[in-house]
């Protein structure tokens, strides 16, 4: 029989536990995303409270960005190990929103009007590459509400999902991935009609 | 788009794509502009769909927020206030004079706070057990608690909450025979009086008075813990009136 000493036993099992925790995210998100915010939005606030000056609301709307970028974490698999609670992990995120709002503010303090010309010659042309594809991912966004289904679900399952093509063929009962490859072209080309419109 | 790149592709946002693979794609798309137009097209759309999905969620959890608000009341003056409050006051106490003393039911049950099991680091189940006792489930967090204090049989902290969430949820035979052995630890300063006056209030549920009362007695000669000394003494009250 292997001998196991109790840290490392309660260490695996509170590993074992915390995997099923984001299997939980993987399996619900909505519901599992839901139960977390009702679960620790008050702790948070009260957490938050004790050593920065933001009011509830905006404390309130960090702790949303925060509980989207864990699942966005966890659904892109950045996230596939969890070290504490979840909630430990949202926390953290959370109070990493928190400073960077501080910087922010700090900068906005600082750059007066004077200080604009200084800025536009410091211009990364990086920037305007990026500006560009959040508005093409902005109009996209609006387009696909008028794209319509079954292709939102298909795109979203491949573009969003990282399914491959035989699982969404299984998933929405297409009779093989190679239909599923001809049904995305067509989608795609209608997306690119109403983008291009 | 050849079929060798389609799936190329394909693997890239399944995120299935080995070191190999990430190489060939990267020299496709170098040699074949079209084929890097429409790489950056459905990199563009994965963007849209991310954007539309955060903004989805994020209404979900602000549809949670305005939930957990309290819906907001019309503004009152002090006066009105005034006189609602010696309104109500005077209400309390003709129904005090008037209604007969029905015994154990005029005393309710308050639930012990959870501050002191709070804490980042614990199993999940922890969690569990105080978000159910935090929204008043006491039956379900009283499951989680004995759980809780089976993983963890030398923190007496879950025992006892399990005894207050098994009073919660009026199973006070239960409470009793996990609060007797709480009350009678002796190296710490907050368990075993909060035990004493759960014990007592469990006795006094159940119409056990000459327990109640013992258990009221010590809890209220005890110095550290003061949670509950109104309570405790509006119990002999009660008990006294009878």
Not at chain 2, 123 to 136: E, L
Request: glycine content about 4%.
């Amino acid at each position: 029989m292997t001998m196991v000493n109790l840290a490392s036993y309660k260490g695996m099992t509170r590993m074992k536990e915390q995997s099923a925790e984001l299997e939980k995210f993987r399996q619900n998100p909505d519901e599992a995303l839901a139960q977390l915010y009702r679960s620790y939005r008050g702790r948070f606030v009260q957490w938050a409270r004790g050593w920065c000056k933001l009011d509830e609301a905006e404390l309130a709307e960090i702790f949303q960005d925060a509980v989207v970028i864990f699942w966005n974490n966890i659904r892109e698999q950045k996230l596939t190990q969890l070290k504490a609670a979840s909630h430990t992990y949202v926390f953290s995120v959370g109070r990493r929103l928190i400073l960077s709002k501080f910087r922010q503010m700090a900068r906005t303090q600082l750059l007066g009007d004077a200080a604009l010309p200084e800025a536009a010659e410091n211009w990364d042309p990086g920037i305007e590459n990026l500006m560009i594809q959040d508005e093409d991912a902005e109009m996209l966004s609006h387009k696909l509400e008028q794209l319509g289904e079954p292709c939102y679900t298909l795109l979203k399952l491949s573009f969003y999902e990282s399914k491959r093509s035989a699982e969404i063929a299984a998933q929405m009962n297409y009779s093989s991935d190679d239909v599923v490859r001809t049904q995305k072209k067509r989608c795609l080309d209608r997306l690119r009609k109403l983008f291009s419109a | 788009m050849k079929n060798h790149d389609e799936q190329l592709i394909e693997q890239y946002f399944a995120k299935s794509l080995d070191a190999e693979g990430q190489a060939l794609l990267q020299s496709r798309l170098e040699a074949d502009p079209e084929l890097r137009t429409e790489f950056e097209w459905q990199k563009n759309v994965a963007e849209g769909i991310k954007l539309k999905e955060d903004r989805r969620i994020k209404a979900l959890l602000q549809k949670e927020e305005a939930r957990m608000k309290p819906a907001e009341q019309p503004r009152l003056s002090y006066r009105r206030l005034s006189s609602i409050a010696a309104t109500l006051a005077l209400l309390a106490a003709a129904i005090w004079f008037v209604l007969p003393h029905s015994g154990s039911s005029d005393l309710p049950f308050s639930p012990y706070p959870d501050t002191f099991i709070f804490r980042d680091e614990v199993a999940p189940v922890v969690n569990q057990a105080t978000d159910a006792y935090k929204s008043g489930a006491y039956q379900e967090a009283a499951k989680y608690f004995a759980t809780a204090a089976e993983q963890e049989p030398g923190n007496p902290n879950y025992t006892l909450y399990q005894a207050i969430s098994l009073i919660g949820s009026e199973k006070y035979e239960q409470a009793i025979s996990i609060l007797s052995p709480l009350a009678e630890i002796s190296d710490n300063d907050r368990i075993p009086h909060v035990a004493q006056w759960y014990l007592a209030f469990a006795y006094y549920k159940t119409g056990k008075n000459d327990q109640a009362i013992r258990f009221a007695e010590q809890y209220l000669e005890n110095q550290q813990e003061s949670s509950f000394k109104k309570e405790a003494k509006q119990m002999l009250d009660l008990i006294n009136k009878k």
